[in-house]
């Protein structure tokens, strides 16, 4: 316990967002096993456990219902140790993270993977421009301090071992707020 009377929290927790192809869930995963937090896939566990409102045809996804996602996050968020991957971040309470990362890819690059994976029309049309206008790192800064906001380039292997390395060094500096 902390003199406060709260838990302290086992590590920090991490918001690793992104357009989709970004490489988020590689990104988290390598960390993960690097820094021993807990790696949540924010799309598995809207399946896993049904915290959605039903299915969007046009966009092909699942229509995730935020409050119940909350809800079911909010214990492991405040034991803490916890990178949170998902290609939103204006939704989760500001309080949850100590790192908000915004990884970001050339849109060439990014083409190549969303086309690989199958993405089409307006999805692909959709998240492309997602990138261009970096409509995801503005969500970010607009939805936390500034100061825990950290952009991230991920066009190759070597961005992406280079990110998990300088966030490992993060991870190990880490102390949590008094």
């Known amino acids: 316990m902390a003199q406060n ?6 590590g ?3 918001l690793v967002t992104g357009t989709p192809g970004t490489g988020k869930t590689t990104t988290s995963s390598a960390l993960a096993e690097a820094t021993q937090l807990r790696h949540i896939i924010i799309g598995d566990l809207v399946k896993e456990k049904n915290l959605h409102d039903g299915w969007d045809d046009e966009l092909d996804c ?3 219902n935020e409050d119940l996602v909350c809800d079911e996050l ?9 990178i949170v991957d998902y290609h939103g971040c204006d939704f989760f309470p500001e309080r949850w993270f100590d790192r ?4 970001q890819t050339d849109n060439t690059v990014l083409y190549d993977r969303l086309s690989r994976r199958g993405y089409t029309g307006s999805k692909l ?4 421009e997602c990138e261009i206008f970096q409509v995801l790192l503005q969500e970010a800064k607009e939805s936390y301090p500034e100061d825990i906001v950290v952009a991230l380039k991920s066009d190759t292997i070597e961005d992406i071992s280079r990110n998990v390395a300088s966030l490992t060094d993060w991870v190990g500096s880490w102390h949590p707020a008094s």
């Open 5 to 10: 009377g709260s838990v302290r929290k086992r």
């Open 12 to 14: 920090p927790n991490i």
């Open 62 to 64: 699942y229509l995730i």
């Open 74 to 82: 909010e214990d492991l968020m405040e034991e803490g140790g916890n």
């Open 100 to 103: 908000v990362v915004v990884l």
């Open 125 to 128: 049309s959709n998240n492309i």
